[in-house]
């Protein structure tokens, strides 16, 4: 079973390609402590602009850069936006492509300023399609730095928020179904204006002084999870009735006849957090996250690199779940690069 | 006249949208005094793919970025690269797409590693057409930095190197010529593999103590000029003449019955450094630029903010040239945003 998405074997080889040592992460830390990440969001791939107003989209670049800073529990400090945009004499007049622009900067800007960020500085340039080009700049927070390697087993696995929303939200906002707009406002929230888990993120660092491990779970719960154990070199086993997943989105699935699981674990771009943590301090503390699993050891292996992936167990009343063949597979994310 | 490009125009707009207090400069400075700049090559707007090998592309994408931090007299640090690539069911095969992008980095690397900048971080991302979206991040040089507000009357205007020759080398790359692509290999080499002009940039902040203005000639010396006289509130004198032009860009423009000056002052990209200094240091160290005008006073205005753009003059024997209307009209660079 290939468990490893075409992205992320790319990722490796650019990883060599260019001698980096500091790709693998959700940010590069750099010499001095700070974080750069970026993110591109491409016109039909990431938005479709009759799904999205430009408030949104300001909204919704900003905040998918600042998440990466929080899966670091950095601090963001400032943003560069390059925008490439059709002709004004394409689609739009000059004047309807400025009070586009104004919108999206009104988004952006807003979604920034939340977080003590600022735009520094950017790009203009003409394409045939719109793509926002963003690089976030944090610096560290004071009471350390979590990173995706950092779990160890017998540490609980923790999450914020709930999973699943932004893929029924963008179920909703592809379809013909007016009514379900209406009905599940939280659920397009979800998918068009996320809230970095900035505020999260600190809690946890300032509360385990950075001992365990993070990251944001923009390509999946799935995903993420995978992640953190590849990187911790550990197995993980999640009890899926503890994944938090809304009302609004169960019920929308249940009126499907879908499984709300599979979009909360395969789905993606739902920008919560995802952590591990020693298990003692888990029972004292007060954070604003919810466990759903815990790490294992990894058994040892014949040495084979490729019997040597993570395993991430799901687990139903403490039983392999028949739902998901025991195991998350990275092949049934909703998106793969290529 | 107007002689304010829409780009620009809509930058100031960006400016007062985002309330950012950094955008106006080749880079950003932020607080600890690190550089920041960003810029996206979009096929089809800034390259085409029968017209450069992917590992051109790759140092041209690199050394586009470099030559901000070389305007602002720095030294660059880190680099992030956005990649959007069409799928690879597409035009290419998976391994072609992976040999494509492993030249890629090979060219972007060599750029990077020669003025001792590193890649840390990146993204990739599918869409219709190659957009390539990098932020460069530098240090300040100890001597200090030189932005576009520092000219003054009385200063000279020094650049680097040649201009035009990165238009020419694009008018070759773009017609059937297949006699002037092997007869010009200097002109296609401006265009496809620019050099930024680090070096130069260090010993002008190190000679001059950061007193002066200076930036780089990405969208054409024309813009150049007009952009230092602007933010210093000045006017410039350019002796035509002086304006250097190499044999091969003057050879191939008389082929064609062109005059190189138009490539020179409007063709852009040839990622030249533009600087203003003191005229009495400027008689005494010696630099590798080459002096092509002075800076003088603006002439008081009755206060109408339309009235009060810088001029460029463009003289000939001391006075103005007849071949450009004896001014810059930034109207006729050869890429106009919109």
């Not at 998918?64 to 936006?81: C, E, F, H, K, Q």
């Not at 002709?87 to 009070?99: K, R, S, Y």
């Amino acid at each position: 079973m290939v468990m490893v998405t075409k992205e992320q074997a790319l990722v490796k080889k650019i990883k060599a390609w260019s001698g980096s040592t500091f790709i693998g992460d959700d940010c590069a830390v750099l010499a001095n402590g700070m974080l750069v990440s970026t993110d591109t969001l491409v016109e039909g791939t990431h938005f479709r602009l009759d799904c999205i107003d430009w408030r949104q989209l300001g909204w919704r670049s900003c905040a998918v850069n600042l998440s990466d800073i929080a899966a670091m529990g950095g601090r963001p400090r400032y943003l560069t936006v390059a925008l490439t945009l059709p002709p004004a004499d394409g689609a739009a007049t000059e004047g309807q492509m400025q009070g586009n622009l104004e919108q999206f900067y009104a988004g952006f800007t807003a979604c920034a300023n939340l977080y003590q960020a600022e735009i520094v500085g950017g790009d203009l340039t003409v394409g045939r399609d719109v793509v926002i080009g963003v690089t976030a700049i944090g610096v560290s927070h004071e009471a350390g730095m979590l990173l995706r390697r950092g779990a160890q087993p017998g540490d609980v696995v923790v999450v914020t928020g709930d999973f699943g929303a932004s893929a029924a939200g963008l179920q909703i906002l592809l379809g013909p179904d007016q009514q379900a707009r209406e009905k599940y406002p939280q659920l397009l929230q979800a998918h068009l204006e996320p809230r970095p888990r900035l505020c999260e993120s600190w809690a946890l660092v300032r509360q385990t002084a950075s001992r365990g491990a993070l990251m944001d779970a923009s390509d999946g719960l799935a995903d993420a999870l995978y992640q953190i154990a590849e990187q911790s070199n550990v197995d993980i086993d999640v009890d899926l009735a503890a994944i938090p997943i809304s009302a609004q989105t169960g019920e929308y699935a249940a009126s499907l006849g879908l499984d709300p699981c599979q979009w909360a674990l395969y789905g993606g771009e739902d920008y919560e957090l995802v952590a591990t943590m020693a298990a003692d301090l888990w029972d004292t503390v007060e954070l604003p996250f919810k466990k759903i699993g815990v790490v294992i050891a990894r058994p040892a292996t014949s040495g084979d690199d490729s019997e040597n992936q993570p395993h991430i167990r799901l687990l139903e009343g403490g039983m392999p779940s028949s739902r998901f063949s025991g195991v998350v597979d990275l092949n049934h994310c909703f998106k793969h690069f290529c």
